[in-house]
């Protein structure tokens, strides 16, 4: 069995997201020492003043700073410091992007988040963080698929993976 990585950190954190959003239960934030500005374009605006208590249960605390313009003044505890601000440009362009009105804006902005926040492809885990991952990932609805109906992980038979190696099985 393979498992992508960020397909299912995305499954797991989309699930966490829609079910703190519907609850208004706030994941846990940290404030930034140092708060990162960030120029938005007025579509952008827009859709941080029409989320922004969504946005806070998700652990970003923004406050609007002049025309245009917002602070970041409190991140999701669990997201590094350093991928803060990126992520949050991500999840805007996300939104910006997915403007879906038969979707429900917290499914958007769950799977825009899931999308943005989980762990990239390639970034090498410890054993313990892929057990914590895995044991995440049946604890969800569906850990089968991601909310757009993408395999998470797939099997392959000795045989599969001998014929990816132009090899015989003996």
Same mark, same amino acid.
């Given at each position: 069995?393979? !498992?992508? *990585? ?5 499954? !797991? ?13 706030? %994941? ?11 120029? !938005? ?15 806070? !249960?998700? +652990?970003? =605390?923004? *406050?609007?700073f002049g025309h245009l313009n917002w602070q970041l003044r409190g991140i999701p505890a669990e997201l590094a410091n350093h991928r803060a601000l990126q992520t949050f440009e991500d999840l805007l362009k996300d939104l910006e992007?997915? *403007? ?7 499914? *958007?902005?769950? @799977? ?9 492809? +390639?970034?090498? @885990? &410890? ?6 991952? %895995?044991?995440? @990932? ?13 395999? %998470?992980?797939?099997? @392959? ?8 190696? =132009?090899?015989? &099985?003996?």
């Amino acid at each position: 069995i393979m !498992v992508d *990585q960020y397909l299912a950190h995305m499954r !797991v954190l989309f699930e966490q997201a829609s079910r703190n959003l519907a609850d208004h239960t706030m %994941i846990a934030s940290q404030e930034l020492l140092f708060p990162e500005l960030l120029e !938005v374009s007025a579509l952008q605006n827009s859709i941080i003043e029409d989320n922004i208590d969504r946005f806070l !249960v998700l +652990g970003f =605390n923004i *406050q609007e700073f002049g025309h245009l313009n917002w602070q970041l003044r409190g991140i999701p505890a669990e997201l590094a410091n350093h991928r803060a601000l990126q992520t949050f440009e991500d999840l805007l362009k996300d939104l910006e992007e997915d *403007q879906q009105p038969k979707q429900d804006i917290r499914l *958007q902005i769950a @799977l825009a988040w899931a999308r943005t926040s989980a762990i990239p492809r +390639g970034q090498v @885990l &410890s054993y313990e963080e892929m057990n914590h991952l %895995i044991n995440h @990932l049946f604890l969800t609805d569906n850990p089968y698929k991601t909310p757009q109906g993408k395999n %998470i992980f797939i099997r @392959l038979t000795l045989e599969e993976i001998l014929q990816k190696f =132009n090899k015989e &099985s003996t």
